[in-house]
């Protein structure tokens, strides 16, 4: 059974930075691609970034691009995000996912999600 884990959101300063983790079990991690979502009250669950299997060709929201980095650690099974120049609009819960799918990946090409994370971003 697939089980990620997400940690390190929290309340932060706009301008701040914070950095996630997801934990992933269960899975041959190397054949997935990793994916950082993110959903605001009352909005749509967005693509933050993905990376896949093996963390070449990385993909940004344009919301995010210059300040959010996300990378992988396939010995020990992770994925990070680090969020740096934190605006309020960034607040929001943030989810962690996995796809088998190689190439261009949509939200619904992930079928292993997180419990996600909240991250706050007060002005």
């Known amino acids: 059974q697939v089980q990620l884990v997400e940690s390190g959101g929290g309340l932060v300063q706009a301008g701040g930075s914070l950095r996630l983790s997801c934990a992933a079990s269960?899975?041959?991690?190397?054949?997935?691609?990793m994916g950082w979502f993110r959903q605001a009250p009352g909005k749509e669950r967005e693509l933050v970034a993905d990376i896949p299997k093996l963390g070449v060709t990385k993909n940004y929201a344009d919301s995010v691009k210059g300040r959010f980095t996300i990378s992988r650690d396939n010995a020990k099974n992770m994925v990070y995000l680090q969020m740096n120049s934190l605006k309020p609009e960034d607040t929001a819960v943030y989810y962690c996912a996995a796809s088998l799918k190689l190439g261009r990946r949509s939200l619904y090409d992930y079928d292993s999600w997180g419990q996600g994370t909240q991250v706050t971003v007060s002005s």
């Open positions: 269960g899975l041959t991690f190397n054949n997935y691609a």
